[in-house]
């Protein structure tokens, strides 16, 4: 079995005016990048959900924007990207509600400080379901050791990124990261 690749492209949001277009055409390099064979007429659909998708299902993608870069990740199996800014906020409160009690827990004794990074990794867990964030306290991304190397069997991984930030991928199978400025 090959492992599929995952490419991630990013571009400051003050250039984006049209995200969606702008997926495409990265879809679109992603798909010369690793030759895949797509059609001339690709679109980006989304799931009555919301979760994104491309008329060309052998190309999965996720989308994610924070702070001020915007970022959509490809690979040809499913994938969940998140980025978070790392920002003030009222961590304790938005942990207690949003969060599972293992994770408040294992953030309270972190002093919340990991805060952005349980963000990201349940967000893009939640992106790869596709089941968004309703589903947030129904899973955990912590075990004994800190921040879990999988969830129900879907690999996560921190991806370092730019200062101030927390990019996080989850997918069945996580080997080949790359990153490129669209």
Request: overall charge negative.
């Amino acid at each position: 079995m090959i492992t599929p690749s995952i490419t991630i492209y990013f571009k400051e949001k003050e250039l984006v005016t049209d995200s969606s277009s702008l997926a495409v055409a990265m879809a679109w390099d992603y798909a010369q990048t690793h030759r895949i064979t797509v059609s001339a007429d690709m679109q980006l659909w989304r799931t009555p959900a919301g979760k994104p998708y491309l008329s060309y299902p052998q190309i999965k993608l996720s989308l994610s924007d924070s702070g001020q870069y915007w970022l959509a990740a490809f690979s040809v199996a499913e994938i969940g990207v998140d980025l978070q800014q790392h920002i003030d906020c009222r961590k304790a409160a938005l942990a207690q509600r949003f969060f599972h009690t293992d994770e408040y827990h294992w953030l309270q004794n972190q002093h919340f400080d990991p805060f952005f990074v349980v963000w990201a990794a349940k967000e893009s867990y939640a992106k790869y379901t596709g089941e968004g964030l309703t589903s947030f306290k129904h899973f955990s991304v912590v075990d004994g050791q800190g921040i879990a190397k999988k969830i129900n069997n879907v690999e996560l991984m921190l991806v370092p990124f730019q200062p101030g930030y927390t990019l996080a991928v989850c997918a069945d199978v996580i080997a080949d990261i790359n990153i490129k400025r669209a």
